[in-house]
């Protein structure tokens, strides 16, 4: 990686408004090129649909067997481990030695569909189906994840994802859900005019002259709490600012807010990028309150075959302290 080093301790001056209440966060990040962190919506959708496609290239490229990440937030050990086949499919996650590691995912192709079967231990009963269904040309068009509830024997929980195209691209993303009785198996299926359409979300694209633009837009729902996302990537379509915008949220689960902004800004430096992140609020009612600034920072380090080494977290300009080791086997 290259020596590119960045300051910590200056921030940018924050304009004083006493009617808003501002929750700045600020993540930095310094990453390889060759691999960048998934972008996740608040509900924890993938919002640029990495996601449905298994099949991890950096894995694959540095034939990665199993992932060990140390931190000692992870209980009971302080660490956890992710295995993957020789296709860069994630098989497993535990928390044990790998001595041990039974009952990994199993993943069946059938034609144009993925099936991924995870089980038990104790019984070797299937508790999540995963169905990965592609088009002729190798995009997603529907995702299935049935899960069997183990707090309750015999009650399934159904969710769809079902998506659609227009020249090439994504324009439309439609999710569904339902709960009901069944016994979950191989051939468990459901269809989807029985199940609740709960998220319709419509993707529009626009080319720059330097930049090209994606739209994410939430079309159901209460109005006042549908979100937008935007999306701006460079010509070597690297992403250099997202925007998640609603007109109403809750957050912290109970402090309502108005005009709410999150923002990610995008800055490459040869072998690394630096992240900015910060949300703007404005209360419900109004508060005379003095802005606030949250600031919290992240630095996560790669190599130079896009394998994640280590990350920071600091919660204070002046204390930055090591979160995950992490380290790799291979095949």
């Known amino acids: 990686m290259s020596g590119t080093a960045f300051a910590l301790g200056t921030l940018p001056a924050i304009p004083q408004n006493s009617r808003m209440r501002l929750k700045t966060l600020l993540i930095i990040l310094l990453i390889s090129k060759t691999s960048f962190s998934q972008l996740l919506s608040w509900e924890g959708e993938d919002l640029e649909n990495k996601f449905y496609y298994p099949s991890k290239k950096v894995f694959i490229d540095n034939k990665v067997k199993f992932k060990i990440d140390s931190n000692i937030y992870s209980l009971p050990r302080g660490y956890t481990i992710e295995a993957f086949d020789e296709k860069g499919r994630l098989i497993g996650l535990f928390n044990h030695s790998i001595d041990s590691f039974i009952n990994p995912y199993q993943y069946i192709e059938k034609g144009d569909t993925l099936i991924c079967i995870r089980r038990r231990n104790r019984d070797n009963s299937i ?23 183990f707090s309750s024997k015999g009650t399934l929980e159904f969710n769809r994802t079902i998506f659609y195209y227009e020249n090439s691209n994504v324009s439309d993303k439609l999710r569904y859900s339902l709960n009901g009785k069944d016994t979950l198996t191989i051939n468990t299926n459901i269809t989807t005019y029985s199940m609740k359409l709960w998220s319709v979300k419509h993707y529009t694209y626009q080319k720059a002259k330097s930049k090209n633009i994606m739209v994410i837009t939430e079309c159901i729902g209460n109005k006042d709490f549908r979100s937008v996302d935007t999306f701006e990537y460079d010509k070597l379509n690297r992403l250099l600012l997202h925007t998640n915008f609603a007109k109403s949220a809750y957050l912290f689960c109970s402090y309502r807010a108005s005009n709410v902004r999150r923002i990610e800004k995008y800055n490459y430096r040869n072998d690394s990028v630096l992240i900015k992140s910060y949300t703007t609020t404005e209360a419900i009612p109004p508060s005379n309150s003095s802005e606030e600034q949250d600031l919290n920072f992240r630095i996560e380090i790669y190599s130079k075959n896009g394998l994640e080494l280590r990350n920071y977290h600091g919660y204070k300009q002046d204390k930055i302290e090591i979160y995950d080791r992490i380290k790799y086997l291979y095949y």
């Open 127 to 149: 508790y999540m189906l995963e169905k990965f269904i592609y088009n002729s040309s190798g995009q997603i068009i529907q995702f299935d994840r049935f899960i069997d509830d």
